[in-house]
């Protein structure tokens, strides 16, 4: 793969005007599947399934069978369109489009077309600043996923120089809704925090909502970014690339960056944008071509006939409509009068977006100091040294295990980020990795009071200026009473016990 | 030849009630003339004669045990191979399905077993029903009981030969375009397309899913009833099967059987299904039975349909879209022919599997549908094609203002040689140009035989067509026209076919076109008209 030039970014800024769009992906978690009663692998709580058990004859695309529209779905995709203040079609329509990849069991996907569900809506961004930005929504669509394919064989994993593929339809059929913005002008130098903040809003919303895990890393919810620049004082749009396999907030603003800087530097150069799907790279950080993708791709849409309109009574929608959680923006205000945090602590966290998590971690039980402590602290932390987002290091429920063992005294600051590396390592929840490592606190007072005597009568002159009321001596004692219980004591207690002792 | 082949599927299933008989004897009597006569007939495609003794064995000993069994318990029946059946082969005669058993029955043949009727096996069709002679077929076509030198009709040409050849009393079919009308019309025998909607689609391997329907074929209006009452109704499988509750169909041709009157009914006739290009001995007959239908208190009226001109140029890109778009499923990836060579990529494979496992006909209509749906080309072909389609639903509502139903010839022509179209694809689409606009507007259609034409001595067949949801209607106006014309004839029309098997092949029938018409029409041949 050639290395791409990039410009600046303040200089690609500086000479064009980006022009940011996307197309988000939101895997619903209803229990079946859009078209058949198959359980859902991307359902609330479902277990990861072996290849092709997770399968109904819709899915295989088998001779005879038919799709029925998941009612769950559509009452999903109603709120979601609502939440994202769009207005519902009184009717909308199911097309098929059409197209031959082994990943398909039908060879072709049951869309929504020219009669979305949901269109014309707008969602507040806010950003690091606090300002708000509009995001103007063109539409929101019910559709299925795809199967997914393994390339056996090559050395990359990819289908170039692979002996054979194998297809795993678990996916195929999962309820998708396609939420499409509009062009978004006038993004400027904040364009990949935008483009951050953008899917960090979806994401809360279809958190809100309930409609969907939502978890990047999984799947659940994927972003497509479209860029594309056009010089200064130019009216007409240039040339897009739409990015693909995005998986985290944080890839999204460095793929809308990338694209950015590469973009500017072909244009530049004199070079031209080919219009394509680009593919990003988690580890290089960088974008590829994927398929060449031009406005004229046929894919012989026509109206789905196994399926009729869909058409929500109007009290459906109203009532729906009555049902929605209040605006993220609205429920973030509340928070963080019911936590207690500042302006700058709170969007800290919003920033850091870590928000649900912390949310939930405090759900759990957990003081809202301590959880903000530990999602901003050590969780933040290891999620930047790796590159991932924080919220798929360690589940909320975990964190908040580990807050209320270093409460009740079970384990001290350091020990409980030691046990924090080993839930994050895979190792279980704190409660067991403590249990299975023996890393708990010694509250034992008698095998402390053993290490402090030990210690005392080790270093006589210090039992001495102990004695003689110099109480900061203490510290010589307790640092080596911590050493020799490997870190496992309390040290505010070894102080206690230190002075007691060395005054008996 | 046993003579419970003869009975129709409501006798013998009242025998079989009252014990006069045994399901095991009545499926055996059926394999055993399957065995006689499909050789040359060659209706099925699969015959489940062990399976279906099985099944009769088991119902018997039911009914020895006093269990409640329905009406039709113990009756066999052919089942169409565009049907899902999940112990017999399904393949919709193509050979990128051989072998293919489906891990489900569809719905109509699942409430047929329920209701204790006996699958005897598969029947024959052109290829994913796409045709009009069961010569599209790859596995070798099915011929006329008539006249085994012509065409049993098509796409059901298996089902109807099955019927017409006394291999069973009843069969499923389905109807896309006259698939089951005009097999009936060809072969003297009777054959519905429901409403849409009112037979589940789910199983039924889908040709164009806005206009396919499952019906029942029979050599009697009442079996057709009978078997409808059994698979219609509500299917939550299929989003487009209607939800309300439906009327007895064999109540409705019992109440016409038994009154024997037409008094109050408008019947139309659709000016444009009856014109010059129809077979004169076909437009005699169609004549001839507008008269007794007039003579028995029927009113007929001439009507209008100014667009079903059009309904067979729309029916040729709606078809051909959908089908093109529903047969993408075989590509030998999860299940069906795969044709395989080293090093070839997966596209390589589809392609090379598509190719060997198609015919030539599906081919053809792969091509023209996915030119129709074409960009640039959508809003011309497949974008008129569904206006044509409104207009030809406003001229039937317009007609059904004004009468009750719509009548014509089943056919324009009575069944044409093997061979005589299969090369013409333009004169094969042709043939449907009477039963098209039902398909298009969604209404049911019933075919039913009005008697022999006299230049040739074979069925011909009468249309008749309700507004949607008034089945009902068809079965009692049915039931009124084919009693009065069996109480004319003696006896219902296939009474008069010619004998088949023992002596005969079909060798020596290819070596004699132009059969003889059988005797008792009282007619001379005057030579085709065509």
């Known amino acids: 793969m050639a290395t791409d030039v990039l410009m600046g970014f303040d200089e690609a800024l500086e000479r064009y005007e980006p022009v940011l769009g996307f197309e988000v992906h939101v895997e619903l978690s209803t229990a079946t599947k859009m078209f058949s009663s198959a359980p859902n692998p991307a359902a609330a709580g479902a277990e990861s399934a072996q290849p092709n058990t997770m399968v109904a004859p819709v899915d295989m695309g088998l001779p005879g069978a038919l799709p029925v529209v998941n009612a769950q779905a559509v009452r999903y995709s109603i709120s979601l369109g609502l939440a994202l203040g769009c207005s519902i079609a009184p009717s909308s329509r199911f097309a098929r489009k059409n197209y031959f990849y082994p990943d398909l069991g039908k060879n072709y996907q049951i869309s929504q077309f020219d009669e979305p569900i949901a269109f014309e809506g707008s969602v507040e961004v806010e950003l690091e600043d606090g300002s708000q930005l509009t995001v103007p929504i063109e539409r929101a669509h019910m559709e299925e996923d795809a199967g997914k394919l393994t390339h056996v064989g090559g050395a990359t994993g990819r289908i170039q120089g692979a002996d054979h593929s194998l297809v795993d339809y678990n996916r195929a059929g999962v309820p998708l809704v396609e939420i499409v913005t509009k062009p978004i002008y006038g993004a400027e130098h904040r364009a990949p925090e935008i483009a951050k903040a953008y899917v960090a809003t979806i994401r809360d919303i279809v958190r809100s909502l309930g409609i969907s895990e939502a978890r990047m890393e999984r799947g659940n919810l994927r972003c497509d970014a479209n860029v594309s620049l056009r010089p200064r004082g130019q009216q007409a749009l240039g040339t897009r690339t739409e990015t693909k396999n995005v998986n985290s907030l944080r890839s999204v603003e460095r793929a809308v960056r990338y694209e950015i800087q590469r973009q500017a530097a072909i244009l530049a150069a004199g070079g031209s944008i080919t219009q394509e799907t680009r593919h990003w790279h988690e580890d290089t950080g960088t974008t590829s071509a994927g398929r060449p993708k031009s406005d004229a791709d046929d894919y012989r849409y026509f109206p789905e006939p196994d399926l009729l309109p869909v058409r929500p009574a109007p009290e459906l929608i109203e009532e729906l409509r009555a049902a929605l959680p209040e605006s993220p923006a609205v429920f973030r205000r509340r928070l963080q009068a019911d936590y207690g945090f500042s302006d700058s602590e709170f969007r800290d966290i919003v920033n850091a977006g870590v928000l649900a998590e912390l949310q939930e971690t405090i759900a759990e039980g957990a003081a809202p100091a301590q959880a903000r402590k530990w999602w901003l602290g050590e969780i933040l932390r290891i999620a930047n040294a790796r590159g991932v987002d924080a919220g798929s290091l360690v589940s909320p429920l975990h964190v908040s295990e580990l807050i209320a063992l270093t409460e009740n005294g079970d384990l001290t600051d350091r020990l409980a980020r030691q046990v924090l590396e080993h839930v994050v390592a895979g190792e279980g929840s704190p409660e067991h990795v403590v249990a299975a490592r023996g890393l708990k606190v010694v509250s034992d007072d008698t095998a402390l009071i053993a290490a402090i005597d030990a210690a005392l009568a080790g270093q006589p002159d210090v039992l001495q200026k102990i004695r003689d009321g110099k109480v900061q001596a203490a510290g010589a004692v307790i640092g080596a009473v911590m050493k020799a219980m490997r870190g496992q004591a309390d040290a505010a207690r070894v102080r206690e016990l230190v002075l007691e002792r060395a005054s008996a | ?530």
């Open chain 2, 1 to 530: 030849m046993s003579e419970l082949i003869r009975w129709s599927a409501a006798e013998l299933a009242e025998r079989l009630t009252a014990g006069d008989v045994s399901s095991v004897e009545a499926v055996r009597a059926h394999v055993d003339r399957i065995a006689e006569v499909d050789p040359d007939v060659h209706a099925f495609l699969h015959v489940a004669g062990d399976a279906a003794l099985a099944r009769a064995e088991q119902i018997d000993r039911q009914r020895a045990d006093g269990a409640e069994l329905g009406p039709l318990a113990g009756v066999p029946i052919a089942i169409k191979d565009v049907l899902c059946t999940k112990d017999m082969p399904s393949t919709a005669a193509s050979r990128i399905l051989e072998g293919w058993i489906p891990p489900y029955d569809a719905t109509p043949v699942a409430r047929l077993r329920a209701a204790g009727l006996v699958p005897l096996g598969k029947t024959n069709m052109d290829e994913f029903a796409m045709g009009s002679s069961t010569e599209h077929s790859a596995y070798g076509p099915t011929r006329n009981p008539w006249d085994l030198t012509r065409i049993p009709g098509g796409s059901g040409g298996g089902s109807a030969a099955a019927v017409a050849a006394f291999e069973a009393p009843v069969a499923l079919g389905s109807d896309t375009g006259g698939s089951i009308r005009q097999p009936a019309a060809v072969t003297g025998s009777v054959g519905v397309k429901p409403t849409y909607g009112g037979v589940s689609r789910f199983g039924a391997i889908a040709l164009a899913s806005s206009l396919d329907q499952v019906g029942p074929v029979s050599r009697a209006v009442l079996d057709a009833a009978l078997i409808h009452d059994v698979i219609g109704g509500h299917d939550p499988l299929d989003a487009t099967s209607i939800p309300d509750a439906w009327p007895s169909m064999a109540a409705a041709a019992r109440e016409g059987a038994a009154s024997g009157s037409l008094a109050g009914v408008r019947v139309g006739v659709v000016r444009q299904l009856n014109g010059d290009g129809f077979q004169a001995g076909v437009r005699q007959r169609f004549a001839e039975a507008l008269e007794r239908m007039a003579a028995a208190g029927a009113e007929v009226v001439e009507v209008e349909a100014p667009n079903f001109e059009h309904a067979i140029s729309a029916y040729y890109l709606i078809l051909p879209a959908e089908a093109s778009s529903n047969l993408a499923k075989y590509d030998s990836v999860r299940f069906g022919l795969r044709v395989e060579q080293a090093g070839s990529t997966t596209e390589q494979m589809m392609a090379r599997s598509r190719e060997a496992g198609f015919g030539p006909e599906v081919k053809r209509r792969i091509i023209l549908g996915t030119y129709a749906l074409s960009a640039g080309y959508y809003d011309a072909y497949y974008g008129s094609a569904q206006q044509v389609r409104t207009l030809v639903q406003r001229d039937f509502d317009a007609a059904f203002e004004q009468v009750d139903v719509l009548v014509s010839p089943s056919t324009p022509t009575t069944a044409f040689p093997l061979g005589q179209k299969v090369d013409d694809p333009m004169a094969m689409y042709l043939n449907d140009v009477t039963t098209i606009p039902a398909n298009l507007a969604g209404v049911p259609g019933m075919g039913l035989p009005i008697g022999l034409a006299p230049e040739d001595g074979l069925p011909v067949g009468l249309q008749i067509m309700a507004p949607a949801r008034q089945d009902a209607r068809l079965y009692r106006v049915g039931a009124v026209v084919e009693a009065l014309l069996e109480a004319e004839w003696g006896g219902p029309l296939l009474a008069q076919a010619p004998q088949l098997g023992g002596t005969r092949s079909p060798l020596q029938f290819a070596a004699t076109p132009g059969t003889a018409p059988a005797a008792g029409t009282g007619t001379e041949p005057d030579g085709g008209t065509r």
